[in-house]
């Protein structure tokens, strides 16, 4: 059975930086496309940001140029670098991954972020 672990979360000030981490359980080589998603109070879970096994990347307009998704195959992890965090950045991120060649899509229990002064 396949596990996602995200850590990384936590309370920041606006203008500051967090790192997600999501450990997954096997290789991730299996998995293409991966992905955070956030969902904040009273709205529906979006996507943040994903990477493809290739390395390509797609970010949701508002998080462009201030969040980083990379992968690191070897340590079977993927990261989102999040800078300059705004109030509205504020909600619980998931880490998603699908199943290279099928519908099958993981994910893990959720990280809270909370940008606040």
């Known amino acids: 059975q396949v596990q996602l672990v995200e850590s990384g979360g936590g309370l920041v000030q606006p203008g500051g930086s967090l790192r997600l981490s999501c450990a997954a359980s096997?290789?991730?080589?299996?998995?293409?496309?991966m992905g955070w998603y956030r969902q904040a109070p009273g709205k529906e879970r979006e996507l943040v940001a994903a990477i493809t096994s290739g390395g390509s990347t797609n970010y949701a307009e508002s998080v462009k140029g201030r969040f980083t998704i990379s992968r690191d195959n070897a340590k079977n992890t993927l990261y989102l670098q999040m800078n300059s965090l705004k109030p509205e950045d504020t909600a619980v991120y998931y880490c998603?991954?699908?199943?290279?060649?099928?519908?099958?899509?993981?994910w893990g229990q959720g990280t809270q972020v909370t940008v606040s002064s």
């Open positions: 998603n991954a699908q199943l290279w060649g099928t519908v099958k899509v993981y």
């Open positions: 096997g290789s991730i080589f299996s998995f293409n496309p």
